[in-house]
């Protein structure tokens, strides 16, 4: 792997943050709603994650469509010091939802199921090629429950009770981000500089789509669907140790042109970074048992934050490329 050096520019301005539930400017332009009783959902990457955002790991968030504002679910779950996670998919013949996690850097070498209600995740294997230790990038459920991945250049089947892939063909390569149309049954990437690609699992075969405008160099890193045909992705954002998250999401109609930012991941006053996006029930927060009180209800009262800013070059490094 080569590790990528980047400069970033960083300009911190003073700022207000209006009441909760207040769309903020970054997506005052128009926002989308997510079908009746769908939620998103992503789960946070400390690995890549500024040092004041981090999450305890594989920490699930249920997230506000309009304005990528989370809720933690759960408090996060410890497998075999995993500090990121990826690719997260449902598969619909069952409701469990899976997912890839990574014990350093970008390559995913463990499925898990997620609980989306209690935010708990369980390692179902360690990801082999029928012999040897082995790792996936993406990963896409299709409508029959037929697993398959993305990895190194390759399509493959992923056995999701062993964790076993097996080749199928050659197909994208720097792709991190890999759905199932979950009303058509078709399967589409994202590379990683915002090609958008359909996915013939059969032979690996792939047909651009388009290019998304908003994204420049690396900078794609997950995909979800939703039942009305829209797209729900994570956009990498450099930040001051690492990197944060945008949402954003665009049309299957109009890929390049329909793209809507929602507004950048945020967690209380934190900004983690997530590359693990995906669609489930609708999100029900736990009440208080003594009262009934809602924890998930909007403060009432104002939250003012003020940044000093200031403009300074930072070296960022990551490790990206194989």
């Given amino acids: 792997m080569n590790l990528r050096t980047r400069t970033t ?7 207000v943050l209006a009441l909760t539930g207040v769309a903020t400017a970054a997506n005052a332009a128009g926002t989308r709603t997510l079908p009746d009783g769908n939620s998103l959902y992503a789960i946070t990457c400390p690995y890549y994650s500024d040092d004041a955002a ?3 790991n594989n920490q699930v968030l249920a997230l506000d469509e309009h304005t990528a504002v989370a809720t933690a679910v759960g408090s996060g779950t410890e497998i075999d010091g995993s500090t990121c996670a990826g690719s997260p998919a449902v598969d619909p013949t069952t409701g469990i ?4 996690v990574a014990v350093d850097d970008y390559d ?12 708990v995740s369980s390692k179902v294997a360690d990801i082999t ?3 040897d230790p082995f790792s996936a990038q993406a990963l896409a459920i299709g409508l029959d429950g037929s697993a398959y991945a993305l990895s190194g250049g390759d399509l493959y089947s992923l056995n999701l009770t062993d964790g076993v892939m097996t080749f199928i063909a050659s197909s994208l390569v720097d792709t991190w981000g890999f759905v199932s149309d979950p009303v058509s049954g078709l399967f589409y990437a994202i ?11 059969t032979d690996g075969t792939f ?14 890193y997950s995909l979800t669907m939703d039942s009305n045909s829209v797209f729900w992705m994570g956009r990498d954002v450099d930040s001051v140790d690492e990197y944060t998250m945008e949402l954003w999401s665009f049309t299957l109609v109009d890929p390049a042109g329909s793209g809507l930012l929602s507004g950048e991941l945020t967690l209380g006053a934190k900004l983690p970074y997530s590359e693990a996006l995906v ?5 029900v927060a736990p009440a208080l048992a003594s009262t009934g009180v809602d924890l998930a209800a909007p403060i009432s009262a104002g939250i003012v934050l003020l940044a000093v800013g200031a403009g300074f070059a930072v070296m960022a490094r990551r490790r990206r490329n194989a």
Wanted: glycine fraction near 10%; hydrophobic fraction near 45%.
């Fill in 207 to 220: 047909t651009s789509l388009g290019q998304l405008p908003f994204i420049v160099s690396d900078e794609a």
């Fill in 9 to 15: 520019l960083l300009t911190a301005v003073v700022g």
């Fill in 54 to 56: 981090q999450t305890p």
């Fill in 108 to 119: 995913f070498p463990i499925l898990v199921t997620v609980n989306l209600v209690t935010g």
């Fill in 129 to 131: 090629d029928g012999t």
């Fill in 97 to 100: 939802v899976y997912a890839l």
């Fill in 191 to 201: 590379d990683e500089v915002g090609e958008v690609f359909e996915v013939d699992v």
């Fill in 279 to 283: 669609i489930g029930p609708k999100y």
